[in-house]
C-alpha cells in the first residue's frame, strides 16, 4: 500500500505497459518464492516483494485503461470488465484460498499466481497499446515514498498493538503518533521537493479526495465483513476451512454479475454522484444485514448478507475509480488511481483494526462482538454516502 503512490508515478514517467510488464515478472517471481520458501523469514521477504509488485501493477493497469478507452459509453464498458474482474478477485479471494489451501495445501495460493502472471508478461507486448514517450524529469521522489509507506505502517502497526497492549500504551499510542507526524513530514517533503510524489494539482482535485475518501471507509468496513464472516462460519458454527470458502463463492459471483449486469446501467442512467450514494448506503445496510444474521447460528442465514455484500460493494468498487479518473490529466492517471488505492489499502487494515477493537469491547457472555462491529462498520459507510453528494452528478467517465 504504501508503495503504490511510487509505483503509480512510475507508470506515469516510464510507461504503464512497461511497469504492467515488470510488476507481474516481480509477482510471478515472487510467488515462486513463497511456494518454495522453508523457513519464515523468505516467506515474509517473498510476501512484501509480491506487494511491490502489485504496487506496479494496480496503477498501471488503471492508467492503461483510463487511457485506452474514451470518456463515455466505452470506457463504461471497460470499467464493467475490469469491475467484474477485480470485484471476483478481492471479494472471492479468501473462497478460493480456503479451497486450494484445503486440497493442495498452503503452497498452492502462490502457485495460483504464477500461470497468471506469465501470461501478462508474454501477451502485453503484443496485445496492450505502445507506451508514450514523456518528456524526461529530474526523478523519483523517494523521501517521499519512503515517509507515506513508514508514516502509513506506523498507524495500521499503533491501532494493531491497541487491541492488545492498551490503547494509552506508549507501544500503541507511540506508534500512531509516530505515523501521524511521518505523514504530516510527508506534506512539508511534498511541497519542496523538485519533482514531488503527490502533484500540487492533485491534492485539491475534489472527485479525487471524496472518492479517497469514500474508498477508505468502505474496504474497512468489507474487509471487516470478510473477518466476521470466517470468524463467525469457523470458529462458532465449526465448519472446516474447505466449507467455509465455498461458502463465500456465492459473493463472489453476485460481485461479477453486479459488475458485469448492474455497472453500465447504473452509470449510463444515475451517473457517479448517485451510484455512489446508493452503492454505499446498501454497504451499509448490507453490514446491518451481517449483524442481523449472526445470531440466528446458521450459515443459510448468513447467505443472503454474503450475496448482498457482493452486489454491494462489487458494484461501488469500479464506480469509485471511475470517479476518481474524472478531472485528472492523462498524464497523471497512475498516481492518481495509485492514491485511491493508497486510501483502499489503508483503509482496509485501519477499518479492520478498528472495528475488531469495537468488537473486543462488546464482547460478553451473551455476544461475541462481531455483531457491534458490523453494525458500527454499517453505521459509517451509510454516514459516508453523504460524501458523495460532492461529486458532480455527470461524467460517467
Keep these: 500500500g504504501g508503495f503504490l503512490l511510487l509505483g503509480g508515478r512510475a507508470a506515469d ?3 504503464a505497459r512497461r511497469m504492467l510488464v515488470a510488476g507481474a515478472a516481480l509477482m510471478g517471481a515472487a510467488s515462486v518464492a513463497g511456494a518454495l520458501a522453508q523457513d519464515p523469514g523468505v516467506l515474509i521477504a517473498a510476501r512484501a516483494l509480491q506487494g511491490l509488485g502489485a504496487a506496479a501493477l494496480f496503477p498501471a493497469t488503471l492508467s492503461l485503461l483510463n487511457n485506452t478507452f474514451r470518456k463515455g459509453p466505452e470506457r463504461t464498458r471497460a470499467m464493467a470488465v475490469w469491475g467484474t474482474a477485480g470485484a471476483f478477485g478481492a471479494l472471492a479471494g479468501g473462497a478460493v484460498g480456503g479451497i486450494l489451501t484445503s486440497v493442495f495445501g498452503w503452497p498452492s495460493v502462490f502457485w495460483a499466481l504464477v500461470p497468471a502472471t506469465l501470461a501478462v508478461v508474454v501477451a502485453a507486448p503484443g496485445v496492450l497499446p505502445a507506451d508514450v514517450r514523456r ?4 526523478g523519483f521522489d523517494l523521501p517521499g515514498a519512503a515517509a507515506v509507506t513508514a508514516g502509513s505502517l506506523l498507524v495500521v502497526l499503533g491501532i494493531s498493538l491497541g487491541q492488545s497492549a492498551g490503547w494509552a500504551s506508549w507501544q500503541s499510542a507511540g506508534a500512531i503518533l509516530l505515523g501521524l507526524l511521518t505523514l504530516g513530514a510527508l506534506l512539508l517533503l511534498e511541497r519542496r521537493a523538485p519533482d514531488p510524489l503527490l502533484p500540487a ?3 485539491t482535485n475534489r472527485p479525487l479526495l471524496v472518492t479517497m475518501a469514500l474508498v477508505f471507509v468502505l474496504m474497512g468496513t468489507v474487509n471487516t465483513l470478510h473477518y466476521v464472516y470466517t470468524t463467525h462460519v469457523q470458529g462458532t458454527l465449526g465448519l472446516s476451512p474447505l466449507a467455509a470458502g465455498l461458502g463465500f463463492l456465492p459473493q463472489g459471483l453476485a460481485a461479477m454479475l453486479g459488475s458485469a449486469l448492474l455497472l453500465p446501467p447504473l452509470l449510463d442512467r444515475w451517473g457517479v454522484r448517485r451510484a455512489l450514494v446508493a452503492g454505499m448506503a446498501g454497504s451499509g445496510a448490507t453490514a446491518a444485514l451481517f449483524a442481523a444474521a449472526l445470531a440466528a447460528d446458521s ?17 461501488t468498487y469500479p464506480v469509485l475509480f471511475a470517479a476518481a479518473a474524472s478531472g485528472v490529466a492523462d498524464d497523471e492517471q497512475g498516481v492518481g488511481s495509485a492514491m485511491v488505492s493508497t486510501a483502499q489499502q489503508i483503509g482496509a487494515a485501519v477499518g479492520l483494526a478498528s472495528l ?16 457491534a462491529a458490523s453494525l458500527a462498520g454499517g453505521l459509517a459507510t451509510a454516514a459516508a454516502a453523504l460524501l458523495a453528494l460532492a461529486l458532480r452528478s455527470r461524467p460517467a467517465g
Excluded at 135 to 138: G, H, K, S, V
Design 201 to 203: 494539482g492533485l491534492l
Design 299 to 315: 450459515y443459510w442465514a448468513m447467505l443472503p448478507a454474503v450475496v448482498l455484500l457482493g452486489v454491494t460493494a462489487g458494484t
Design 356 to 371: 475488531v477493537a469495537v468488537a473486543d469491547a462488546a464482547a460478553g457472555p451473551a455476544s461475541s462482538g462481531l455483531g
Design 135 to 138: 518528456p524526461a524529469r529530474a
Design 13 to 15: 514517467r516510464l510507461g
